[in-house]
């Protein structure tokens, strides 16, 4: 005989409760995968010699979330990074799996040994909260086999000394004025007006404005004095076309719309595709709207292209060794700064930036209608500033150009290698902390007959030519008024 089925619905499983966690953990959680992510970045390229935006300009990006808690977790597990690869190295804990997240795991590490034991929230957390005894145990190895008695004589990392860097501050002037920005953070801090630089402000190192109305509204921008003077050392006009050469992260090209008080036209370059997103969003900020990008090569566009015969004025700002804001950029905590290698890195490195700024500032150099063009880095090596200036010197006379002196009432001058180094204008890291390079050339005449520019424009066709023509078809423009004026 069947057995009846039964109609009654069927008994529900029983579904486990789900784990609640707290703000602090679940905050904790989140700045721990924001300082890995930060963190990857940072040591790939490093590892793979190429530049990459900085760890400040990383962590206070608009994505980052927990700004200081990141930068404070990235700065201090790159501080002890190779302490932290060693005591992995001995504890040998690591399977295949958590080796393919190792900033991640270097971020946790961190924590467990030397900061505030992390929550076990996340699968990394337990994995290695598990094995505590087994890293803690390690590090004690450690410390046996250097022969130290603390991890500060472990890690023989050389504090920088000296008085801190006062905070600067641009006031984006397409939004607000200078008096209203010093009423306003006045409020909180002390606040003076640079000497040399119009709209800069002048305020107490510890003064913390990440998280403040004005930045996040872009009425103000952090920008140190250094990259404030380059758009006011080039002074376009209000009318005029300008290039800024390569443009992102974005904040010289906003103090070039600033200056021209939102007239004109600027075109923004800069190649790298999230570099591109990191300049859009600065350019969205400030509200400026006389900006074009434009994604692709400087050296690809062709001065000849009637697109560019109003061009007036170029700042070029191109990739260089950043040696002169070392302490900024925080590179001195990375595993390339004390590699045996670094010397010879270096130079070699140094050569190869050399060889592309000399490039650009020719290319620069060679826009017909171009009045002013400006060449600045943030290094402090003669190879990429005198040395490139040197170099183009005998193109620019023959183009009409000659170097000018910006900011006259500047002391510090050029190093004496070349003839016109008292018009080139540097900054010190010791006497100003940071280190910076300006170069201004400004065209005195006009040729007055085509053999006398023969030369020059064969070489910059030839140039050209050299350059890189298969960027023409992938460049395109981003405007933001929607069209090419």
């Known amino acids: ?57 990383l962590v206070f990006s608009p994505s980052v979330r927990n700004k200081r808690g990141t930068f404070a977790l990235v700065c201090e597990t790159l501080k002890h990074l190779t302490v932290i690869k060693e005591v992995l190295e001995i504890a040998n804990v690591l399977n295949s799996k958590w080796k ?41 190895t450690l410390l046996v086999r250097k022969k130290a008695e603390t991890v500060d004589e472990l890690l023989g990392v050389s504090q920088l000394n000296g008085p801190l860097k006062p905070r600067y501050v641009h006031v984006n002037t397409l939004k607000m004025d200078v008096d209203s920005a010093v009423q306003e953070l006045g409020k ?9 630089v119009p709209d800069l402000l002048v305020m107490p190192p510890v003064s913390d404005l990440h998280a403040h109305h004005l930045v996040k509204n872009g009425r103000i921008f952090l920008q140190g004095k250094g990259s404030s003077m380059v758009a006011a050392a080039l002074q376009p006009e209000a009318d005029w076309e300008v290039i800024d050469a390569c443009a992102a992260p974005g904040n010289k090209t906003i103090n070039l719309a600033a200056l021209m008080k939102g007239q004109g036209k600027i075109i923004a370059c800069e190649l790298n595709e999230e570099r591109v997103k990191r ?24 001065p000849e292209d009637p697109s560019f015969a109003k061009v007036r004025a170029i700042l070029l700002d191109p990739s260089c060794s950043g040696s002169g804001t070392i302490t900024d950029r925080l590179d001195h905590l990375l595993p390339s700064h004390s590699a045996d ?22 290319h620069a150099l060679s826009f017909p209608q171009v009045e002013r063009v400006v060449y600045s880095t943030c290094s402090i090596h003669q190879i990429e500033n005198e040395d490139v200036v ?9 183009l009409g150009f000659e170097l000018a002196t910006p900011f006259p009432q500047w002391q510090r001058r050029g190093l004496p290698v070349l003839a016109g180094s008292e018009h080139l204008l540097r900054m010190d890291p010791e006497e100003d902390k940071e280190g910076f390079f300006i170069a201004l050339f400004t065209k005195t005449s006009k040729l007055e007959n085509s ?35």
């Open 1 to 57: 005989m069947a057995r009846r089925k039964s109609n009654a619905p069927p008994k529900a499983t029983r579904q486990p409760a789900k784990q609640k966690f707290s703000s602090a953990e679940r905050s904790s959680l989140y700045a721990s995968r924001e300082a890995a992510k930060v963190l990857g970045t940072v040591l790939r390229g490093d590892a793979e010699r190429r530049a990459v935006a900085s760890i400040k300009s």
């Open 188 to 196: 909180l801090y002390k606040v003076q007006k640079d000497e040399t």
């Open 279 to 302: 300049l859009e969003q600065t350019i969205k900020l400030s509200g400026a709207t006389n900006i074009e990008v434009f994604h692709g090569d400087f050296l690809g566009l062709d």
């Open 451 to 485: 053999n006398s520019s023969e030369i020059p424009e064969r070489e910059c066709r030839r140039r050209r030519k050299q350059g890189h023509p298969f960027l023409w078809p992938k460049v395109f423009f981003r405007a933001w008024n929607g069209r090419m004026r």
């Open 390 to 398: 040197s170099s183009v010197l005998p193109l620019a006379s023959s």
């Open 341 to 362: 290698n670094n010397k010879n890195y270096d130079s070699i490195r140094l050569h190869k930036l050399a060889v592309f700024q000399k490039k650009a500032l020719a």
């Open 100 to 140: 393919r997240q190792e900033p991640l795991v270097y971020i946790i590490c961190y924590d467990i040994l030397f900061g505030k034991e992390p929550p076990l929230i996340g699968d990394a957390e337990k994995f290695l909260m598990k094995r505590k005894d087994a890293l803690v145990s390690s590090l004690a």
